[in-house]
Nanobody, 126 residues
Framework: QVQLVESGGGLVQAGGSLRLSCAASGLTFSRYAMGWFRQAPGKEREFVAGISWTVTVVSTYYEDFVKGRFTISRDNAKNTVYLQMNSLKPEDTAVYYC?????????????????WGQGTQVTVSS
């Protein structure tokens, strides 16, 4: 049984930082591209960042609204993907989800991911 479990969310003031983690089990983690998505109240889910991995190359992608502030990374030995979020803004408030895609590379389309976590709430106060 595949499980993705996010953690690290919480309440932070604008300008602060949080580090989200997503621990995967039940799959061969290194064979999966990983993505972070978020969904704010009343809004559609949106892609935030993605990461793909081969033996020689790690590829990352960020949407413009987080570029320069967020960093996605992965530790294949720990079956974990991270999202370091700096300079947080109130508009970053959302439930953040990690997702796993069996076919590399990452994709901005949520429908192309096979597995999802339950989400972790991030709230940024002004």
């Amino acid at each position: 049984q595949v499980q993705l479990v996010e953690s690290g969310g919480g309440l932070v003031q604008a300008g602060g930082s949080l580090r989200l983690s997503c621990a995967a089990s039940g799959l061969t983690f290194s064979r999966y591209a990983m993505g972070w998505f978020r969904q704010a109240p009343g809004k559609e889910r949106e892609f935030v960042a993605g990461i793909s991995w081969t033996v020689t190359v790690v590829s990352t992608y960020y949407e413009d609204f987080v570029k320069g502030r967020f960093t996605i990374s992965r530790d294949n030995a720990k079956n974990t993907v991270y999202l370091q979020m700096n300079s947080l803004k109130p508009e970053d408030t959302a439930v953040y989800y990690c997702a796993a895609r069996a076919k590399a590379p990452y994709s901005p389309r949520g429908g192309e991911y096979q597995y999802w976590g339950q989400g972790t709430q991030v709230t940024v106060s002004s």
